[in-house]
Structure formats: structure tokens, C-alpha cells
């Protein structure tokens, strides 16, 4: 075995000076984080006696949470929040899959003009207004449906998941067809179940751009009723009154500031992806770097 190489006095300073960098920014992502929950649970009185700042409460209280949940409009927009993202990363990732596998084949006919046209997407967009147009004609406006649809594929993700493909060995495609698999046979039996790390990467990226979406639900819904939660905590935001946001009775808010509600709502919107992303992560390092895009 080869002894591992004695640390100089320099290698040591050079690692205390990187580890104290790597600290600060690891505190700096954190804090807000950290900030934002304690606001949620921290009583009215202890944060008019500490100015608005608190950094360690002393007592803690969850009426905030029990605010905006006695309310239905949080609640609805969870629901709502959670319909888009399942149903839109399921339907994303199988329109994904189904256009990456075909294009994954050098031997397909045309394969590189789609190929050109789907990179030119990404380089130039058809535009705000000509989407909404097209969103209002195919009579999609105001339903849950216009929030999924017009983004039904990334042309990055797709590149992505075509890569991947691509680094699978094809000898393993022609045994199963050798037996007399069908393609889709392949595709379902084979060539899915190796690409459970890039399906979980992509379907991380879809899930998350689907639960933080906020501009498509105020661009294309009108009813409030079906609003996501970003966009109720968007309007809780820039409204003064978040009473009339929540629908509930200004006596129901008088014993905690309207902050405290708002920050309640960010910690409900932001717990659900704190929770998936753990059992997610290995599946996700794996893909990024399986799937990368090659030069």
C-alpha cells in the first residue's frame, strides 16, 4: 500500500482558508431557509419585541399554519399544485421517452432534420404572445390542462434522455428482438428499465418546474379556484390584505402578522421538494453525469 502523502503546514492553511469558503456559502444558502421557518412558528409578541427579526424563538406556535389551512384556499391550491406536477412530469416523461428513443437510432430516416428542428427551439421560442394565442385557440384557457400542454417537452431534457439511450448497449436490443420483441417491447422491457437513473433526473427537473410554475397559471387561469399554490402565495405576497387572499375573517389574523402567514405558505411550498429530493439524489448525480450531453 502506498502511505498517504503528510500534510504541509501550507496544505493545511489552504484547507481551513477552502473549508472556511465552503462554510460561509453553505450558511448563506441555508440561512433564508432557516430564517423562513422560524418566522412561521415564531408568536406575534416575540417578533413586534425583536422588531420583525428573530433568529432563535423562544416559544413556538403553529396558528400560522393553522390559519391558512382552516381556509380552503391553500388547500385547493395544493391539490391543484400536486395534480399539475403528477399528472404533467408523468405525461412529460412519456412524451419525452417516446420522442428520445426513436431519435437514439442513427438509422432513422429524417433523424437528423428533427434533430436540427428541435435544437432550433431551443435557440428561438415562438414568443409570448403567439403561445398565448395558440393556448386560447385550442380552447385551453382557463383549465389545469393549459399549464401542462405547451410545455409538454424540454428540448434540453429530450437531448438529454437521447444521450442516455445512446450509451446503451444496442447488442442488448438485438437479443430481445432476436427472441421477437417488438420495438415498443424493446423499448418497455429492456431499454426503460436501465434508464431508471435518467428518468428519475428528468423527472425531478419536470416535477420541480411543475411545482414552482407561477407565470402559466397567471397567464392562462382566471378562476381562482384553480390556481396553484405559487400563484397564492405570489398574490399573498403583493397583496396588503392577505385576509382577502385567504378568504378567511380579518379576527381569524389579528393575533399574528401578515408575514408570518406568508412565510407559513413558503414553508408549505417548499417542503414537498425537501422531502422527494433525498430519495431522489443518487438516481440524480448517476444521470447527470450517464446522460450528459457529449460534445
Known amino acids: 500500500m502506498i502511505a498517504a502523502a503528510k500534510k504541509t503546514p501550507s496544505d493545511r492553511v489552504a484547507d481551513a482558508i477552502i473549508y472556511g469558503i465552503l462554510g460561509l456559502f453553505c450558511l448563506a444558502t441555508l440561512f433564508p431557509l432557516y430564517f423562513v421557518v422560524v418566522m412561521s412558528i415564531t408568536p406575534y409578541t416575540e417578533v413586534l419585541r425583536n422588531g420583525g427579526f428573530v433568529i432563535v424563538p423562544k416559544s413556538f406556535t403553529f396558528d400560522a399554519f393553522h390559519a391558512i389551512f382552516s381556509s380552503n384556499v391553500v388547500p ?8 399539475i406536477t403528477v399528472v404533467g412530469t408523468a405525461c412529460n416523461l412519456l412524451i419525452t421517452t417516446m420522442l428520445a428513443y426513436p431519435l437514439s437510432k442513427k438509422f432513422l430516416p429524417g433523424r437528423n432534420v428533427v434533430l436540427m428542428g428541435i435544437v432550433f427551439t431551443m435557440l428561438f421560442s415562438g414568443g409570448l404572445i403567439p403561445t398565448f394565442l395558440t393556448v386560447k385557440a385550442t380552447g385551453l384557457m382557463n383549465t389545469l390542462w393549459a399549464l401542462i400542454i405547451p410545455g409538454l417537452v424540454s428540448s434540453f431534457n429530450m437531448l438529454i ?31 426503460l428499465p436501465l434508464s431508471l437513473p435518467i428518468m428519475a433526473t428528468l423527472g425531478l427537473f419536470y416535477g420541480v418546474t411543475h411545482w414552482n410554475a407561477y407565470f402559466a397559471g397567471i397567464m392562462y387561469l382566471n ?11 405570489r398574490n399573498m405576497i403583493m397583496s ?6 385567504l378568504a378567511v375573517p380579518q379576527s381569524t389574523l389579528q393575533t399574528m402578522p401578515p408575514e408570518t402567514i406568508k412565510m407559513a405558505t413558503v414553508v408549505v411550498a417548499i417542503v414537498p421538494v425537501m422531502i422527494i429530493y433525498p430519495f431522489l439524489q443518487k438516481y440524480f448525480i448517476k444521470g447527470m453525469l450517464l446522460g450528459a450531453v457529449k460534445g
Not at 446503451?168 to 415498443?184: M, N, Q, R, T, W
Open 76 to 83: 385547493k391550491a395544493v391539490q391543484v399544485t400536486v395534480f
Open 223 to 233: 378562476d381562482r379556484h384553480l390556481y396553484p399554490l405559487q400563484v397564492v402565495l
Open 161 to 191: 434522455m437521447k444521450t442516455y439511450f445512446e450509451g446503451l448497449p444496442y447488442e442488448i436490443e438485438e437479443a430481445a428482438k432476436v427472441d421477437g420483441c417488438s420495438d415498443i417491447g424493446t423499448m418497455v422491457r429492456i431499454v
Open 240 to 245: 396588503p390584505a392577505v385576509s382577502q387572499e
